[in-house]
């Protein structure tokens, strides 16, 4: 921890000139906090990127690091998917990245980026998605309570079979994330930076009210019925609900 924003930058600074040095790439751009959301760089950060590489030159970034080894020894890596790796140099400086060739970015799906180094011949628009996740469906109010109702139902018979682990998902996970999409509906947005593809990112930041009322619809492993509850009553004091449902839920809890 305590790693300043300069630090991570002139880390990414590095890397791209190792990569230039080896001849094997032509960009390197960051991604997140370190992309075009430094702002936002703090002690806990670490280094999201995308290398572009040289044709043919993709499996050699993959599969020898010494374009990152060569700045620090890495402490530990490993190969989380087909395109990169996540890293951790010795002084503590994370990173996860992926390797492509530039033919493949049309079909990858990101968020805008920062270009750190590329060769001349490179368009600096490649930093900016030309593909974008699809959008959720709109859900209207009535259907998320009813999936939250549902969540609630399924995981507190979980639960009381003895699943304890999967009742927790259905109730603390599940259901939460449905309280988490209709309270944004409630409460208007602060200024803090959205993350589309993942909504619980900074949602303390972005809806204060809503994120105080979390903890106890999430009270714990073995609190399920307790937070079940707790989601019941944060639903039931905003939407209509169900009266079965509600009885049901109540019971299983009891």
Same mark, same amino acid.
């Given at each position: 921890?305590?790693?300043?924003?300069?630090?991570?930058?002139?880390?990414?600074? =590095?890397?791209?000139?190792?990569?230039?040095?080896?001849?094997?790439?032509?960009?390197?751009?960051?991604?997140?906090?370190?992309?075009?959301?430094?702002?936002? !760089?703090?002690?806990?950060?670490?280094?999201?990127?995308? %290398?572009?590489?040289?044709?043919?030159? +993709? @499996?050699?970034?993959?599969? /020898?690091?010494?374009?990152?080894? &060569?700045?620090?020894?890495?402490?530990?890596?490993? =190969?989380?998917? *087909?395109?990169?790796?996540?890293?951790?140099? /010795?002084?503590?400086?994370?990173?996860?990245? #992926?390797?492509?060739?530039?033919?493949?970015?049309? =079909? !990858?799906?990101? $968020?805008?980026?920062?270009? %750190?180094? #590329?060769?001349?011949?490179?368009?600096?628009? !490649?930093?900016?998605?030309?593909?974008?996740?699809?959008?959720?469906?709109?859900?209207?109010?009535?259907?998320?309570?009813?999936?939250?109702?549902?969540?609630?139902? *399924?995981?507190?018979?979980?639960?009381?079979?003895?699943?304890?682990? $999967?009742?927790?998902?259905?109730?603390? %996970?599940? &259901?939460?994330?449905?309280?988490?999409?209709?309270?944004?509906?409630?409460?208007? #947005?602060?200024?803090?930076?959205?993350?589309?593809?993942?909504?619980?990112?900074?949602?303390?930041?972005?809806?204060?009210?809503? #994120?105080?009322?979390?903890?106890?619809?999430?009270?714990?492993?073995?609190?399920?019925?307790?937070?079940?509850?707790?989601?019941?009553?944060?639903?039931?004091?905003?939407?209509? *609900?169900?009266?079965?449902?509600?009885?049901? !839920? +109540?019971?299983?809890? @009891?």
């Amino acid at each position: 921890m305590g790693k300043t924003a300069q630090q991570l930058l002139e880390r990414l600074d =590095q890397i791209g000139q190792s990569l230039a040095a080896s001849g094997k790439a032509r960009a390197l751009f960051g991604l997140g906090s370190v992309g075009v959301e430094t702002s936002r !760089i703090d002690a806990y950060s670490d280094l999201d990127f995308f %290398v572009i590489a040289q044709p043919g030159r +993709k @499996a050699e970034l993959i599969g /020898d690091l010494d374009w990152l080894s &060569a700045i620090r020894p890495l402490a530990f890596q490993f =190969q989380n998917t *087909v395109d990169g790796h996540k890293a951790m140099f /010795d002084d503590g400086i994370f990173c996860e990245f #992926a390797v492509f060739e530039l033919d493949e970015l049309p =079909q !990858i799906f990101y $968020s805008p980026g920062r270009m %750190v180094w #590329a060769t001349p011949d490179i368009d600096p628009a !490649i930093v900016n998605p030309t593909r974008l996740p699809e959008p959720e469906p709109q859900r209207d109010n009535a259907w998320l309570v009813a999936e939250a109702l549902g969540n609630l139902y *399924v995981g507190l018979c979980r639960y009381r079979r003895g699943e304890k682990l $999967s009742g927790f998902r259905f109730v603390q %996970v599940d &259901a939460v994330n449905r309280v988490m999409q209709l309270a944004a509906r409630l409460e208007a #947005a602060t200024t803090a930076l959205r993350d589309i593809y993942a909504h619980e990112r900074r949602f303390e930041a972005r809806y204060p009210s809503a #994120a105080a009322d979390l903890p106890p619809l999430m009270q714990g492993y073995d609190a399920t019925p307790a937070s079940a509850l707790a989601t019941l009553a944060w639903l039931e004091q905003r939407f209509d *609900v169900n009266a079965l449902m509600s009885r049901t !839920i +109540k019971a299983l809890a @009891a």
